[in-house]
């Protein structure tokens, strides 16, 4: 699926519905293995490009169907930047499984990855958080 296309289904798929926190949605059972690459991915990301996180909150995984019943998967959550902002606000991040993967950073994360088509699976800012506290 190429990069647009992927966008594309993400956005239709935030784009209808209500809108929902992850934290109330029934837990979704995920494969461990697609649980542990964008964990990985996201971490990863994050060590090579800016901005840093000092700490991570809010990090869960999902996934959603699209029109054609394809499963698409999600990491998205929030980050405190290092250097911290003045104001002390968090970020919202979205590690989206492509091929192989993509990472949103900024204001309209939130509106994709708070969306009732999407059904999550466990919480991830432990393991997410000791990747990126891991030496490198």
Not at 10 to 28: D, K, Q, Y
Not at 50 to 73: D, I, Q, T
Request: proline share 8%.
């Amino acid at each position: 699926m190429t990069r647009a296309t992927m966008f594309a289904a993400f956005t239709l798929a935030a784009c209808g519905g209500t809108e929902t926190s992850h934290s109330r949605a029934p837990e979704a059972s995920i494969d461990p293995a697609m649980t542990q690459f964008l964990v990985d991915s996201a971490a990863s990301d994050f060590r090579a490009h800016r901005p840093n996180p000092v700490r991570v909150r809010n990090a869960r995984v999902g996934s959603f169907a699209a029109a054609g019943g394809e499963m698409h998967y999600v990491l998205c959550g929030e980050f405190l930047p290092e250097p911290k902002p003045a104001d002390g606000r968090w970020l919202f991040f979205a590690t989206v499984k492509t091929d192989p993967y993509e990472q949103y950073v900024g204001p309209d994360v939130p509106a994709q990855c708070r969306h009732a088509a999407i059904r999550w699976g466990r919480e991830v800012t432990a393991s997410l958080q000791s990747r990126l506290d891991a030496p490198r």
